[in-house]
């Protein structure tokens, strides 16, 4: 089922995962009862080594695909050199690629770029849709420079407006006081955001803005799934397994029953 999501105030973030406790944004990321085991690889096939450090916070690398070696962020965080495993990637001048909306105005904040050389790393898998609510997820961030991850749950997908342009598909979690449980702040834009299909890892989404007012708090990702042909076509070449059913109209008919629901989003390099 989609749902419209709440009518709070959205902030983009280059920021890092808050678990279990509230935390000023220019802190690394705290595990409550756990910061040890959150900040370094959770196993069970995740894929960690893909999340790196990008411009002060955080890129996802998608793979090599006929065109290259491909990172994946948010517009607002942009291309540069990406670390990975504590090794420093150099991002192709010019290699950026903006995602759009199609049938929508503006372009989406998600951005792609292609590397010089090709990190030791699997190839994504992304999913064909949105997570269905109540999915698990599991998100890494790069806030203040340390890598942490922690866990939630889809509260909600659809599509989301703003004024500034930077709408975006996306997938909806909020932030409760349970131990490991993950909520975004300054420093994990561009941050991973993936689920489990079967017992494969999906990059379902990248994390983009948070809420700046009110409680819960929700953080906001943008839904791979929506964009999953561009990147193909940006890639050159052929996507890793799928994952999921649901097709892009399914976005497309969501946005319009929510997009009068929803308030704007305010974007900050």
Wanted: proline content about 8%; glycine content about 14%.
């Amino acid at each position: 089922m989609i749902s419209a999501f709440p009518p709070f105030l959205f902030r983009s973030f280059c920021c890092s995962l808050v678990f279990g406790v509230i935390t000023p944004s220019s802190r690394a990321l705290l595990v409550l009862n756990a910061p040890a085991s959150h900040a370094v690889d959770p196993a069970n096939g995740v894929p960690w080594g893909n999340v790196g450090s990008l411009n002060g916070a955080t890129g996802v690398y998608l793979g090599a695909f006929a065109t290259g070696y491909w990172v994946i962020t948010t517009s607002h965080v942009g291309l540069g050199d990406i670390t990975l495993a504590g090794q420093t990637y150099a991002a192709v001048p010019g290699s950026a690629q903006q995602i759009s909306n199609a049938g929508r105005l503006g372009p989406a904040d998600l951005l792609l770029f292609r590397l010089q050389s090709a990190p030791p790393l699997p190839n994504l898998s992304l999913p064909a849709g949105p997570p269905a609510v109540g999915t698990p997820l599991l998100m890494i961030g790069y806030g203040g420079g340390i890598k942490n991850w922690g866990t939630n749950t889809v509260l909600s997908t659809g599509f989301y407006p703003s004024p500034d342009p930077a709408n975006a598909y996306a997938v909806l979690t909020d932030y409760s006081p349970v131990t490991g449980e993950a909520q975004g702040t300054v420093g994990d834009s561009g941050g991973a955001m993936f689920f489990q299909n079967g017992k494969e890892w999906v990059l379902g989404g990248i994390m983009e803005s948070v809420t700046t007012a009110g409680l819960p708090l929700y953080t906001l990702s943008i839904d791979l799934g929506a964009y999953r042909s561009q990147i193909f076509t940006m890639t050159g070449g052929a996507m890793p397994k799928t994952a999921g059913t649901t097709v892009e109209a399914d976005h497309i008919d969501a946005g319009r029953r929510i997009s009068s629901t929803v308030r704007t989003v305010e974007k900050r390099p």
